[in-house]
């Protein structure tokens, strides 16, 4: 007999929690598929959440970002019904995480950081007894396993034991596990923490066509930055307990650093630098010998007209490097509580 799945056990929890918030908050009323207003979490004196503010589009993948201690573990596990707030509120898919615990648990899936598999079980036996345990019918069951597998592209491994399959096949088969009973919002744990490069890229292509093909909310936690650079519409960023900022990568990367063009030739006169401190979008330009280093908001449009300066001085360049801010900077700016950066991360 498989294993049952921790988040399985949730379907079953007692629901005699008493909602001891005094906030009058916002979060069962938004339109949002994750939402939570003034959240706090004490643990005796330790704030682990101090009034976090959140709200997830339906159909986004949102990625959850901070240093260890900030209060993501505490978030996620409100937010699946595990642990109850000290304030505030907070819902999944409509529904309040204290109030409404069991319709907030038919409504989402999660896929844990390790994912509790019985290795002796088949995939194909795994995914009928989570059918069974959300109460699916025969009917019912046949079409989400064969839907399910279709999005999860195992193939004829679903019938093989779970124990031969590879790292990035047991994430797949934990992915749809999670989604046999069709939840609206997907819970995604450091989802790929272990895995080698390529199976990691195939847990990434399986999100995106989660995401697109069902219009899946996902909400990841995840330590690998370039992975929330890859998945993620939106990112947050806590820290303290408080969310300290949150917006698109790109425009995340524009907030904390600008793109750097260094140039190294073999001389250039002082009238350059000045005609390259002129071009739009340029705020800096320094010289040193023969290198040149230019601070620019927007290099892919600075590059053509700076390329054009260089060719009317007739300077020979001997190389041209461009350095374009990543989200490593913006989590060193944001997260770090001594940043230089933190008052333009909020």
């Known amino acids: 007999m498989p294993y049952v799945k921790e988040y399985y056990i949730l ?37 682990a959440l101090a009034g976090l503010e959140l709200a997830v589009e339906r159909g986004e993948v949102y990625g959850f970002l901070g240093p260890n201690g900030a209060g993501k573990s505490t978030l996620i596990r409100i937010l699946c019904t595990l642990l109850r707030p000290t304030g505030g509120t907070a819902s999944v898919a409509g529904h309040d995480v204290v109030r409404e615990p069991q319709a907030v648990r ?12 019985d290795e002796r079980a088949t995939g194909r036996e795994l995914l009928e007894l989570q059918a069974q345990l959300h109460g699916l019918g025969r009917a019912d069951r046949r079409r989400r396993l064969s839907e399910v597998l279709d999005l999860v592209n195992l193939g004829g491994a679903v019938d093989r034991r779970i124990g031969g399959y590879s790292g990035g096949m047991k994430r797949r088969i934990d992915l749809a596990a999670a989604l046999i009973h069709g939840p609206e919002v997907l819970f995604l744990d450091e989802p790929t923490t272990g895995l080698d490069p390529a199976s990691r890229e195939e847990v990434w292509a399986e999100v995106h066509r989660l995401n697109e093909e069902l219009g899946l909310t996902v909400f990841l936690t995840t330590q690998y930055l370039e992975e929330a650079d890859a998945l993620a519409d939106r990112i947050g960023i806590i820290r303290g307990g408080r969310l300290v900022v949150e917006g698109e990568p ?97």
């Open 11 to 47: 379907i079953s929890m007692s629901e005699t929690l008493t909602y001891e918030s005094q906030v009058a908050g916002t979060a069962g009323r938004s339109d949002a598929a994750i939402t939570a207003a003034g959240l706090e979490r004490r643990f005796g004196a330790t704030v």
């Open 106 to 117: 038919l409504k989402m899936g999660v896929a844990l950081q390790d994912a509790a598999l």
């Open 250 to 346: 790109a425009v995340l990367k524009r907030l904390v650093s600008e793109d750097v063009i260094v140039i190294e030739t073999e001389g250039h006169g002082p009238w350059l630098v000045e005609a390259l401190r002129a071009l739009d979008r340029v705020t800096e330009v320094t010289a040193d010998r023969g290198t040149i280093v230019v601070k620019a908001q927007d290099s892919t449009a600075t590059l053509l007209p700076l390329s054009a300066e260089l060719s009317r001085a007739n300077v020979h360049v001997r190389s041209l490097t461009l350095r374009t801010p990543t989200l490593d900077d913006v989590f060193r700016q944001c997260a770090a509580p001594q940043s230089d950066m933190t008052r333009a991360c909020g």
